[in-house]
């Protein structure tokens, strides 16, 4: 059977907010809510879905939601809107002209490879490559008193997470790790620094090589990958990249250079799946292990996180945990919870997850339609 291409006939262009049960803070700052835009492509009675990642603030990366959504509206969404693509890549080679903007690009790549999933009548994890019913899964700690933190250490380990991950910043890093290694000897524990050291905190963090951490991930700047390289040269935890890696080409120089010995890839932040497909690739190339991480995701990238971490070399739990823990209610109708640390492949056609319409009206904050 020969497949017409899909021709995206209108687009819709949301701005949603969730409230997160409980705030979340790292180096860079506390996040009380999760904004975010969520995009519809529609060809052919069929709707694909994506969230981009970009915060508010530069205060990750250096995208911004109002950047991200003006590039969408007055310049990508009119340039595919109307316009017939026979599979991403097509769409991927429309959308590769652009610099920077890789979560802008990203959401779009993403809501067509789900409508094109879907048109195929797969799940979103068979058109990638991957396999697998379930993917192991870890949490990603906020930072908070000392305390609180053992406390919810120990409830994340009893629910079976199979690592916890606790983002540290300079004065809440080696006491911190001391007594969550004291008292829980046997955890995969890691810490995410969020970019907030630099090669003058090196003693501090070759320090860090007590604690039998599984890595630090994006302790140096964040468009970094010469520092980054210094550092594991001279330090014995795997360094893990997030920040820094928002393309194959970066992905490329930083496994030349040994900037990292894993990678936490984020489909939301590299451009689409076109190009994480590479930098897992190039990753297994290099015998790297990547990982899965997120960004408070509500269930649309949440459910295409886990399909992302189906691929074979996502062989580290990764940042896709219950949305219990974020939200109260989602806007998915599934309930995308992890069970023993095992979080289950939503099953159908491409996502596997359906919006749950009234509560996305009631959180929506602005809407937008594109036709053709
Ligand atoms: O660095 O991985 C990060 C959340 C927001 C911004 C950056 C990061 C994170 C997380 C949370 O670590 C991962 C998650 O639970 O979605
Ligand atoms: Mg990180």
């Known amino acids: 059977m020969t497949r017409l291409p899909l021709r995206i006939d209108s687009a819709e262009l949301r701005l949603v907010r969730l409230p997160l049960v409980t705030p979340f803070t790292i180096a860079t700052g506390t996040m009380h809510e999760k904004i975010f835009p969520l995009l519809t492509l529609r060809a052919d009675g069929i709707e694909g879905y994506a969230e981009a990642v970009m915060d508010p603030l530069p205060d990750y990366l250096d995208e911004t939601i109002a950047g991200g959504m003006a590039l969408l509206r007055e310049v990508i969404l009119p340039q595919i809107v ?44 068979t058109v990638l490559g991957g396999a697998g019913d379930a993917i192991d899964v870890g949490v990603s700690l906020g930072i908070g008193p ?118 936490n890839i984020k489909v939301g932040r590299s451009g689409g799946y076109v190009d994480s497909l590479r930098i897992h690739d190039l990753c297994a190339a290099f015998d790297v292990p990547v990982w899965c991480g997120g960004m408070l995701e509500s269930g649309i990238g949440r459910a295409h996180n886990i399909h992302l971490s189906t691929l074979p070399n ?16 989602d806007i998915v109708e599934q309930k995308l919870e992890a069970k023993a640390g095992r979080m289950p492949v939503p099953q159908g056609p491409g996502i596997g997850v359906t919006l749950d319409r009234d509560y996305l009206a009631a959180v929506t904050l602005s809407s937008e339609d594109f036709r053709a």
């Open 314 to 329: 996502f062989t580290k739990p990764g940042d896709t945990s219950s949305a219990s823990r974020y939200f109260t209610r």
């Open 146 to 263: 000392i305390p609180t933190t053992l406390d919810r250490v120990r409830a994340h380990l009893e629910q079976g997470y199979k690592r916890i991950k606790l983002k540290v910043k300079p004065g809440h890093d080696l006491d911190l790790l001391r007594m969550v290694r004291d008292e829980f000897p046997m955890a995969h524990l890691t810490v995410d620094a969020n970019s907030c050291y630099t090669l003058a905190d090196m003693g501090l963090l070759q320090r860090m090589d007590h604690f039998g951490l599984d890595y630090i991930e994006q302790p140096l700047a964040w468009d970094d990958i010469h520092d980054h390289a210094v550092l594991q040269s001279r330090m014995q935890t795997p360094i893990c990249l997030d920040e820094s890696i928002k393309t194959p080409a970066i992905a490329r120089k930083a496994l030349q250079s040994g900037a990292g010995r894993v990678i």
């Open 82 to 125: 109307g316009q017939a693509f026979a599979n991403p890549q097509a769409l991927h080679r429309v959308l590769t002209p652009w610099r920077g903007h890789r979560m802008t690009l990203a959401v779009v790549e993403m809501a067509f490879w789900d409508l094109w999933a879907k048109s195929l009548d797969l799940p979103l994890q």
